[in-house]
T-cell receptor, first 111, second 113 residues
Framework: EAQVTQNPRYLITVTGKKLTVTCSQN?????MSWYRQDPGLGLRQIYY???????DKGDVPEGYKVSRKEKRNFPLILESPSPNQTSLYFC??????????FGPGTRLTVT | KQEVTQIPAALSVPEGENLVLNCSFT??????LQWFRQDPGKGLTSLLL?????REQTSGRLNASLDKSSGRSTLYIAASQPGDSATYLC????????????FGTGTRLLVSP
């Protein structure tokens, strides 16, 4: 089954404690992205990757890091989380002009 | 810069009605347009993908049309059911390639029994 998986699904943490949200896809897609969704602001892209070792900033990259060492994985790293990073996070993947597939989401709360 | 707008923002209908959701985009040079469904606090489920060369796509009770020249897409839902209640989002590629989707603001649909 074609899918994008994310872990964890829910996370409550404290300010400044480094965390990583994992993302994996099984469709051999070149493109992968991270989005955050906030009430009233909709979905905004954080970072994207066009292939292994090729990443670039999206619209709201501040406070986040990513890496793409393998084609299937695209982890999102928050080195020092802050309360304004409390949000619903989605990982997505696609192969060029094809359909975009989204993961189930990770609800992050930073206190 | 691509901007996507959806009208109406919210819609409440009785079960059985046919309904139309609208999506407008400012830059007509798009590769495709995708419609998603999102249940509260949940992930995005892809409903339909229309390539730029296509005029419409159908899946069950859903039909999506695309008019690139006017920058519009519509999602038609036939014989609506309470299970159709969700937020519907349209999205188009932005940034000149396939690396990003620009999302509309969404239409929150409530279908009453």
């Amino acid at each position: 089954e074609a899918q994008v998986t994310q872990n964890p699904r829910y996370l409550i943490t404290v300010t400044g404690k480094k965390l990583t949200v994992t993302c994996s896809q099984n469709m051999n897609h070149e493109y992968m992205s991270w989005y955050r969704q906030d009430p009233g602001l909709g979905l905004r892209q954080i970072y994207y990757s066009m292939n292994v070792e090729v990443t670039d900033k999206g619209d709201v990259p501040e406070g986040y890091k990513v890496s793409r060492k393998e084609k299937r994985n695209f982890p999102l790293i928050l080195e020092s989380p802050s309360p304004n990073q409390t949000s619903l996070y989605f990982c997505a993947s696609n192969a060029g002009a094809g359909e975009q597939y989204f993961g189930p989401g990770t609800r992050l709360t930073v206190t | 810069k691509q901007e996507v707008t959806q009208i109406p923002a919210a819609l409440s209908v009785p079960e059985g009605e046919n309904l139309v959701l609208n999506c407008s985009f400012t830059d007509s040079a798009i590769y495709n347009l995708q419609w998603f469904r999102q249940d509260p606090g949940k992930g995005l489920t892809s409903l339909l993908l229309i390539q730029s060369s296509q005029r419409e796509q159908t899946s069950g009770r859903l039909n999506a049309s695309l008019d690139k020249s006017s920058g519009r897409s519509t999602l038609y839902i036939a014989a609506s059911q309470p299970g159709d209640s969700a937020t519907y989002l349209c999205a188009v590629p932005g940034g000149g390639g396939f690396q990003k989707l620009v999302f509309g603001t969404g239409t929150r649909l409530l279908v009453s029994p």
